[in-house]
C-alpha cells in the first residue's frame, strides 16, 4: 500500500463537526466511528480546539506555518502523534460545503526517497482531486482539482454517477471497486494506477484509492476518491532510479579533488544545468579540524572549488575554477546553509533590491548574464560536520526546482556525503603521513669527501598512500660515508612511523661503526622489538613489521665499498664509461621476518667516479612487470656517462609509467671519489714507549707539512694518549694513520679488539684521564672494529682556510 491508501480520513463539517470516519482513521488515533462521529475535530487535533469553523482553523495555519503543513494528534489512549495534515474543502450541490482531512503519522514516512515521492501527492505537494459518492454512487462532493484531472466540470458530475459522467471501458470496473468499498467498509487494496481520460490534451497517469466513509452507527455513508495525478512522482521516481544506478560509481576514488568533481559531471544534466561543488579546507586537503554544524560564527568559510559542470563547455557561468578558493557572500543561502547544516530552496532566483543578490552585484549580473534562474545549496553533512556544499542552478530547463528536486539532490549528496568523508579521512591521513615523512627523511644530503650526492623521492598516488621509505648518508670515521636505503611493508601513519624509529636506529647503530652485516642483524632485532611493543597482552603473537634495508659502506682511502642486503633489491653500479652491473649480493630475508638466516656482506673494489644507485623497489616493480623488466630500465637510464647526479635522477624517475605510482619512489645516486696519496699518512709504530715520542714527532711534521701548524700541539696530546693506550692496553701491530679530508682525523691501530672505556678518575689516581683529555680536545672520538683489531680515533676541526678542495 502506499500513502494514498495508507492515509486516515476523516470529513467534517463546515463547524469542524466529524460527520465521515474511516477504518484507517481509527487504526491511527484508536477511535471508531461511533466514538469520533457527531463530535468536533477536537477531539483528534488539540489544535483545533477553539476554533469557530474549519475555515478559520485553515487560515490560521495557513498565517503560521504556510500550507500543507504538520501537526499534532491525540491517539485515544492520551499519546501525541505527530502527523502530516491536509484539509481539503470541498462543494456540494446549492454552495454546502465540506471538509476533507487527511492525516498521516509522520513516524511511518522514515522511509526512502522512494517513498516519499509516492507519498508527497498526498501529503505536501501535488494537488489532489476528491469526489465522495452516496452510496448509489452519485456524485455528492468534490473539489476543484478533480476538473484539471479529468476535465469533467462540476455540473456535469454532481449527482451522477461515475459511469454518466465519464463513460469509458474503465467506468464499470471503477464502480464495481467502489461497491466493494461499501460493502466492505474497508480502504485498504483498492488502489490502482491508470490512465484516466481528459479534456486537457494528453492523457496523465493518476493513482486512485478509495476510502468507505463510515457513519456513527459504523455502517458506510459514502466512498471516498481521491486522485492524484503522480506524472511527477513518475518522473521523480525515474530520476532517482537513474541517480541510485549512476551513484554507484560514487566512492571509486580516494582523491578528494576528483571524488568531487565525479559528483558534479553526475549531477549534469540529471538534476541541473549547472553545479558546483566546494569543499571546506579540512576536506579538500586534510588541513586543519572539519567545520562543525553551527560554530562558523562570525568568521566565513574557507571552501575550495572541488568539482565544476555545465552544460555549457568549459562551464563559462564560474567565477572559480577547480582548486581556486571561492569567496562565500554574506547573508546568502550558502552560508545559511553551512551554518546550519539545511539545505536552501530558490524556486525562483531574484536579485532586486532587500535580496541577498543585491550584496553581491557582480554575482548577480553573471546569474542575468547565463539566465540562472532557479538554485537549490544542499550542504554535504556528515555526522554534526559541514564537509561542504553543493550548488545547484538552472538556466536551460524553463522549470524551477521544487521540492521533489530538492530531495533527489538531497539524495545523491548524502550518497557522496560517504565516499567524499573516507576520501577526506584518507586525505587527512596522508597529509599527516606525508609531513611525518618529510619531516623525517634528510633535508640536505652530504657525503663529504667521499661522494657527490643526488636524490628523488616520489611518495605514492593518493588511492595506495604514503609508503614507510627512507634513505640516508650518514659520516663515518675516517672520511668513509654509510649508504641506506629502506623500505617498510604498508602505507599511511604507521608506515612513515615506523620508518622514522628504524632510521634512528640505523643512525644509533652506524655510530657503533657497526659492519653492514652486524648492522643489519642487530636492526632485524630492533624491528622484532617494535613488533613486541605494540602488542596489548604477553601472550599475544607479535605483529610482524615487516622491512627491507641495503646499507653499505664506502671508504674513499681504499675505493672498498661493502655492502649488506635485507630482502632488498641490488644496487646499481656504473663505472666510469657507462657500464652498468648489479652486484652478486646476498639478498637475506627482510626484517622482522624471524627466520634467523644470517646476514652476509660483500666487499667490492669502485674506480673513482663510480655510481652507486641505490634504490626501492617502487622504482623498478610494477603490476604489469617484473622486477628484472625495472631494473633493466634503471640500468638504461643510467648508463650515460657524463651526465650530472641530478639529471640522471630525473632521466631515471621519468621513465617510469605514466600511471600514478602504487608504491612510494625513492632513488639515491652517489658518485665515488677517492682520497689522494697526499691527504694520507701512515706508520708502523714499535711496541714500546719509545713510540710515544715517534708517534708525537711524526705528526707533527706531517701537520706542518699540511700547512696545519695550528693543530699541532693539540694533536701531539691526541697523538700520545692514544698510542699510549695502545701501547698499555692493546697488542702488536700498532699504527698511526692521519687523514686530512674535510677535518683532521687521527688514528691509531692495534690489535686488541676490546673498545677503550672512559672512566672518571678520582683525584688519588695516576691515570685514567688519557680519553676525557681526548674528548676535550676533538670535536668526536670514537672506536671501530677491524680485521685483526681495533681502530680508535678522533676528529679535530680544520681552520676555515685549511679545508681541502
Not at 657497526?514 to 607479535?542: N, Y
Given at each position: 500500500?502506499?500513502?494514498?491508501?495508507?492515509?486516515?480520513?476523516?470529513?467534517?463539517?463546515?463547524?469542524?463537526?466529524?460527520?465521515?470516519?474511516?477504518?484507517?482513521?481509527?487504526?491511527?488515533?484508536?477511535?471508531?466511528?461511533?466514538?469520533?462521529?457527531?463530535?468536533?475535530?477536537?477531539?483528534?487535533?488539540?489544535?483545533?480546539?477553539?476554533?469557530?469553523?474549519?475555515?478559520?482553523?485553515?487560515?490560521?495555519?495557513?498565517?503560521?506555518?504556510?500550507?500543507?503543513?504538520?501537526?499534532?494528534?491525540?491517539?485515544?489512549?492520551?499519546?501525541?502523534?505527530?502527523?502530516?495534515?491536509?484539509?481539503?474543502?470541498?462543494?456540494?450541490?446549492?454552495?454546502?460545503?465540506?471538509?476533507?482531512?487527511?492525516?498521516?503519522?509522520?513516524?511511518?514516512?522514515?522511509?526512502?526517497?522512494?517513498?516519499?515521492?509516492?507519498?508527497?501527492?498526498?501529503?505536501?505537494?501535488?494537488?489532489?482531486?476528491?469526489?465522495?459518492?452516496?452510496?448509489?454512487?452519485?456524485?455528492?462532493?468534490?473539489?476543484?482539482?478533480?476538473?484539471?484531472?479529468?476535465?469533467?466540470?462540476?455540473?456535469?458530475?454532481?449527482?451522477?454517477?461515475?459511469?454518466?459522467?465519464?463513460?469509458?471501458?474503465?467506468?464499470?470496473?471503477?464502480?464495481?471497486?467502489?461497491?466493494?468499498?461499501?460493502?466492505?467498509?474497508?480502504?485498504?487494496?483498492?488502489?490502482?494506477?491508470?490512465?484516466?481520460?481528459?479534456?486537457?490534451?494528453?492523457?496523465?497517469?493518476?493513482?486512485?484509492?478509495?476510502?468507505?466513509?463510515?457513519?456513527?452507527?459504523?455502517?458506510?455513508?459514502?466512498?471516498?476518491?481521491?486522485?492524484?495525478?503522480?506524472?511527477?512522482?513518475?518522473?521523480?521516481?525515474?530520476?532517482?532510479?537513474?541517480?541510485?544506478?549512476?551513484?554507484?560509481?560514487?566512492?571509486?576514488?580516494?582523491?578528494?579533488?576528483?571524488?568531487?568533481?565525479?559528483?558534479?559531471?553526475?549531477?549534469?544534466?540529471?538534476?541541473?544545468?549547472?553545479?558546483?561543488?566546494?569543499?571546506?579546507?579540512?576536506?579538500?586537503?586534510?588541513?586543519?579540524?572539519?567545520?562543525?554544524?553551527?560554530?562558523?560564527?562570525?568568521?566565513?568559510?574557507?571552501?575550495?572549488?572541488?568539482?565544476?559542470?555545465?552544460?555549457?563547455?568549459?562551464?563559462?557561468?564560474?567565477?572559480?575554477?577547480?582548486?581556486?578558493?571561492?569567496?562565500?557572500?554574506?547573508?546568502?543561502?550558502?552560508?545559511?546553509?553551512?551554518?546550519?547544516?539545511?539545505?536552501?530552496?530558490?524556486?525562483?532566483?531574484?536579485?532586486?533590491?532587500?535580496?541577498?543578490?543585491?550584496?553581491?552585484?557582480?554575482?548577480?549580473?553573471?546569474?542575468?548574464?547565463?539566465?540562472?534562474?532557479?538554485?537549490?545549496?544542499?550542504?554535504?553533512?556528515t555526522r554534526r560536520a559541514v564537509l561542504g556544499s553543493v550548488l545547484f542552478l538552472r538556466s536551460h530547463e524553463p522549470s524551477s526546482f521544487q521540492e521533489a528536486d530538492l530531495r533527489l539532490a538531497e539524495e545523491l549528496v548524502n550518497r557522496a556525503a560517504l565516499s567524499l568523508d573516507n576520501a577526506r579521512r584518507y586525505a587527512r591521513e596522508q597529509t599527516a603521513a606525508l609531513t611525518l615523512q618529510r619531516n623525517l627523511l634528510p633535508r640536505r644530503l652530504t657525503g663529504g669527501t667521499a661522494v657527490d650526492v643526488a636524490s628523488r623521492y616520489l611518495p605514492a598516488d593518493m588511492d595506495h598512500g604514503v609508503g614507510g621509505d627512507w634513505f640516508?648518508?650518514?659520516?663515518?670515521?675516517?672520511?668513509?660515508?654509510?649508504?641506506?636505503?629502506?623500505?617498510?611493508?604498508?602505507?599511511?601513519?604507521?608506515?612513515?612511523?615506523?620508518?622514522?624509529?628504524?632510521?634512528?636506529?640505523?643512525?644509533?647503530?652506524?655510530?657503533?661503526?657497526?659492519?653492514?652485516?652486524?648492522?643489519?642483524?642487530?636492526?632485524?632485532?630492533?624491528?622484532?622489538?617494535?613488533?613486541?611493543?605494540?602488542?596489548?597482552?604477553?601472550?599475544?603473537?607479535?605483529?610482524?613489521?615487516?622491512?627491507?634495508?641495503?646499507?653499505?659502506?664506502?671508504?674513499?682511502?681504499?675505493?672498498?665499498?661493502?655492502?649488506?642486503?635485507?630482502?632488498?633489491?641490488?644496487?646499481?653500479?656504473?663505472?666510469?664509461?657507462?657500464?652498468?652491473?648489479?652486484?652478486?649480493?646476498?639478498?637475506?630475508?627482510?626484517?622482522?621476518?624471524?627466520?634467523?638466516?644470517?646476514?652476509?656482506?660483500?666487499?667490492?673494489?669502485?674506480?673513482?667516479?663510480?655510481?652507486?644507485?641505490?634504490?626501492?623497489?617502487?622504482?623498478?616493480?610494477?603490476?604489469?612487470?617484473?622486477?628484472?623488466?625495472?631494473?633493466?630500465?634503471?640500468?638504461?637510464?643510467?648508463?650515460?656517462?657524463g651526465r650530472s647526479l641530478d639529471d640522471l635522477c630525473d632521466i631515471a624517475t621519468k621513465t617510469l609509467p605514466d600511471e600514478p605510482p602504487f608504491d612510494d619512489v625513492t632513488l639515491l645516486l652517489v658518485r665515488t671519489r677517492s682520497l689522494d696519496r697526499s691527504q694520507l699518512a701512515s706508520w708502523a709504530l714499535p711496541s714500546d714507549h719509545s713510540a710515544v715520542r715517534d708517534a708525537r714527532r711524526l705528526a707533527a711534521g706531517q701537520l706542518k707539512e699540511w700547512g696545519l701548524e695550528d693543530l699541532v700541539d693539540p694533536t701531539k696530546l691526541i697523538v700520545g694518549e692514544l698510542v699510549t693506550n695502545a701501547i698499555t692496553h692493546g697488542t702488536?701491530?700498532?699504527?698511526?694513520?692521519?687523514?686530512?679530508?674535510?677535518?683532521?682525523?687521527?688514528?691509531?691501530?692495534?690489535?686488541?679488539?676490546?673498545?677503550?672505556?672512559?672512566?672518571?678518575?678520582?683525584?688519588?689516581?695516576?691515570?685514567?684521564?688519557?680519553?676525557?683529555?681526548?674528548?676535550?680536545?676533538?670535536?668526536?672520538?670514537?672506536?671501530?672494529?677491524?680485521?685483526?683489531?681495533?681502530?680508535?680515533?678522533?676528529?679535530?676541526?680544520?681552520?676555515?682556510?685549511?679545508?681541502?678542495?
Open positions: 500500500m502506499n500513502a494514498l491508501s495508507d492515509a486516515a480520513v476523516a470529513l467534517l463539517d463546515e463547524r469542524g463537526t466529524v460527520v465521515g470516519w474511516t477504518q484507517v482513521a481509527e487504526r491511527l488515533v484508536g477511535h471508531s466511528a461511533g466514538e469520533a462521529v457527531g463530535r468536533s475535530a477536537g477531539l483528534v487535533l488539540p489544535s483545533f480546539v477553539g476554533q469557530p469553523t474549519v475555515s478559520a482553523f485553515v487560515e490560521r495555519c495557513r498565517a503560521r506555518n504556510g500550507w500543507p503543513g504538520t501537526t499534532q494528534a491525540r491517539h485515544r489512549d492520551g499519546r501525541v502523534l505527530d502527523v502530516s495534515l491536509r484539509i481539503t474543502e470541498l462543494d456540494g450541490i446549492g454552495g454546502a460545503t465540506r471538509w476533507l482531512v487527511t492525516l498521516a503519522d509522520t513516524g511511518s514516512l522514515a522511509g526512502d526517497v522512494i517513498d516519499e515521492t509516492v507519498r508527497g501527492p498526498l501529503l505536501a505537494r501535488a494537488p489532489i482531486g476528491v469526489v465522495i459518492r452516496d452510496a448509489q454512487l452519485r456524485c455528492v462532493w468534490l473539489n476543484d482539482t478533480i476538473e484539471h484531472h479529468d476535465g469533467v466540470p462540476p455540473g456535469r458530475r454532481l449527482g451522477r454517477r461515475f459511469i454518466d459522467a465519464q463513460p469509458c471501458a474503465e467506468a464499470e470496473v471503477i464502480e464495481a471497486m467502489m461497491r466493494q468499498v461499501l460493502q466492505r467498509g474497508a480502504t485498504k487494496g483498492y488502489e490502482y494506477r491508470t490512465w484516466l481520460p481528459t479534456d486537457l490534451g494528453e492523457e496523465r497517469p493518476c493513482a486512485v484509492s478509495f476510502h468507505c466513509l463510515l457513519g456513527a452507527d459504523g455502517q458506510a455513508l459514502a466512498v471516498c476518491v481521491i486522485t492524484a495525478d503522480v506524472t511527477e512522482s513518475r518522473l521523480a521516481r525515474e530520476r532517482l532510479a537513474t541517480v541510485s544506478e549512476a551513484s554507484g560509481r560514487l566512492g571509486s576514488t580516494l582523491d578528494v579533488m576528483q571524488a568531487g568533481q565525479e559528483l558534479a559531471d553526475l549531477a549534469v544534466p540529471l538534476l541541473a544545468d549547472y553545479v558546483a561543488v566546494d569543499l571546506e579546507l579540512s576536506a579538500a586537503f586534510g588541513e586543519g579540524p572539519p567545520m562543525f554544524i553551527g560554530t562558523t560564527g562570525t568568521r566565513l568559510p574557507s571552501l575550495r572549488r572541488a568539482g565544476l559542470a555545465s552544460v555549457r563547455r568549459g562551464a563559462p557561468e564560474s567565477p572559480w575554477r577547480r582548486g581556486e578558493p571561492i569567496v562565500v557572500p554574506s547573508a546568502s543561502p550558502l552560508l545559511a546553509a553551512l551554518r546550519t547544516g539545511r539545505s536552501q530552496l530558490e524556486p525562483v532566483l531574484e536579485s532586486g533590491a532587500g535580496t541577498w543578490l543585491d550584496r553581491s552585484p557582480a554575482l548577480a549580473r553573471r546569474l542575468r548574464t547565463y539566465g540562472m534562474h532557479s538554485l537549490m545549496i544542499v550542504p554535504i553533512r640516508d648518508v650518514i659520516p663515518l670515521s675516517g672520511a668513509r660515508v654509510g649508504l641506506v636505503v629502506g623500505d617498510v611493508v604498508g602505507h599511511g601513519l604507521h608506515a612513515a612511523a615506523t620508518m622514522g624509529r628504524l632510521r634512528t636506529a640505523v643512525h644509533t647503530l652506524a655510530d657503533m661503526e657497526l659492519p653492514p652485516d652486524e648492522l643489519l642483524t642487530h636492526l632485524d632485532d630492533t624491528v622484532h622489538r617494535l613488533g613486541e611493543e605494540e602488542c596489548d597482552a604477553p601472550e599475544q603473537v607479535p605483529v610482524t613489521t615487516g622491512a627491507t634495508c641495503l646499507y653499505a659502506v664506502y671508504d674513499p682511502a681504499t675505493r672498498r665499498c661493502t655492502m649488506a642486503s635485507a630482502g632488498h633489491p641490488p644496487p646499481a653500479i656504473v663505472d666510469p664509461y657507462g657500464g652498468v652491473t648489479y652486484p652478486e649480493l646476498p639478498t637475506g630475508t627482510p626484517l622482522g621476518v624471524g627466520l634467523g638466516e644470517p646476514v652476509e656482506s660483500v666487499e667490492l673494489e669502485l674506480a673513482e667516479g663510480s655510481i652507486l644507485a641505490l634504490y626501492t623497489d617502487g622504482l623498478v616493480e610494477r603490476r604489469d612487470h617484473d622486477i628484472e623488466a625495472g631494473m633493466h630500465r634503471l640500468a638504461t637510464a643510467l648508463a650515460e656517462p702488536v701491530p700498532i699504527g698511526l694513520r692521519l687523514i686530512r679530508h674535510n677535518v683532521l682525523t687521527c688514528e691509531v691501530f692495534d690489535a686488541n679488539s676490546c673498545a677503550p672505556q672512559p672512566r672518571r678518575a678520582r683525584t688519588t689516581d695516576e691515570n685514567g684521564r688519557g680519553l676525557l683529555l681526548v674528548g676535550k680536545l676533538s670535536r668526536r672520538w670514537g672506536s671501530r672494529s677491524t680485521w685483526g683489531g681495533k681502530v680508535v680515533w678522533a676528529e679535530q676541526d680544520l681552520k676555515p682556510h685549511h679545508h681541502s678542495p
